[in-house]
């Protein structure tokens, strides 16, 4: 229900809302893993939301240059 009441009033979902919440407390970013813990998802279905977040411009993957295997999820 909850989630249901914020995508109709602000136009994102209860799981977006989490990413966003987080990312705004690490403006460095977050690695994907250590996000997916934080808001207590799948790494397989987190993929797909941070696919969705970044088609709609809020999150990009930025690879950090201390290790090429993972990727930084950050603010647009």
Known sequence: MLDTELEQSVGI????????????????????NELAERILYSKSGFTRVIDRMEEAGLVQRVQPADDRRSNLVVLT
Request: aromatic letters at 10%; charged letters at 25%; a negative charge.
């Open 13 to 32: 979902p209860q799981r977006w809302y989490d990413v966003l919440v987080h990312l705004e407390e690490s403006p460095g970013g977050i690695r994907m």
